[in-house]
Structures are given as C-alpha cells and as structure tokens.
C-alpha cells in the first residue's frame, strides 16, 4: 500500500513562487512514476506534471504550466516535489500527488491519492 501526503499550499499573490511537497511511503514507491493533479472549483481534475520512477528519467508538463513549473524527486526521502513559478489566478485549484505505475497523463492510470492541498493566487 503506497501512502501520499502533500503539504505546502498556501494564499500567495499573482507571481509568486510556492513550493509544494509530497511525502510518499509504501514499498516500491521508489519506482513508481509520481504526478501532480489539480481540481478548481467546477472543473474536472487536470494534469499539471509528472515525474518517471528512479529507472528512468523522464518528466512531462501540461502545456499551461510548462516553464512555470518543475517537479522533482528526491528517492533517498521518498519526497516529490512541485515548485511553482511565476503562479496566476489560473492556478488556483486543490493540488494532489498520485502514483501510478508509469508516467501517464490521465488521471484514472493512477492508483494511489494524497488528500489534496489548497493553492490560493489572488491578484
């Protein structure tokens, strides 16, 4: 059984940077392929990025926050990590870690789910 837990959402204003954090346990998780999800208020939950297992490097964005945002990993602490740049009102939503075998972009191939934590850009 894989756990996710995130952490470090907040209220920042428009161009701000924020940090988000995903705390993974269970075994295996080190070569699970990690992505982040967000939900806005009506909207269906949408891919923002994802980052490949240990084996393989290999990441991928949606086209709305590419070059905003960067996920890493960091397998010694079995932490993820989602550092976002330059945020706009847009990306104000509920942001979720997920596992799932394989990086892919839907979010049904992902097995596992953190709780979710607020991000809040105001302008």
């Known amino acids: 059984q894989v756990q996710l837990v995130e952490s470090g959402g907040g209220l920042v204003q428009a161009g701000a940077s924020l940090t988000l954090s995903c705390a993974a346990s269970g075994r295996g998780v080190s070569t699970m392929a990690m992505g982040w999800f967000r939900q806005a208020p009506g909207k269906e939950r949408e891919f923002v990025g994802g980052?490949?297992?240990?084996?393989?490097?290999?990441?991928d964005y949606a086209d709305s926050v590419k070059g905003r945002f960067i996920i890493s990993r960091d397998n010694a602490k079995n932490m993820v990590y989602l550092q976002m740049n330059s945020l706009n009102p847009e990306d104000t939503a509920v942001y979720y870690c997920a596992a799932a075998p394989r990086l892919r972009l839907r979010s049904y191939d992902y097995d596992y789910w953190g709780q979710g934590t607020q991000v809040t850009v105001s302008s």
């Open positions: 980052i490949a297992g240990v084996l393989l490097a290999q990441s």
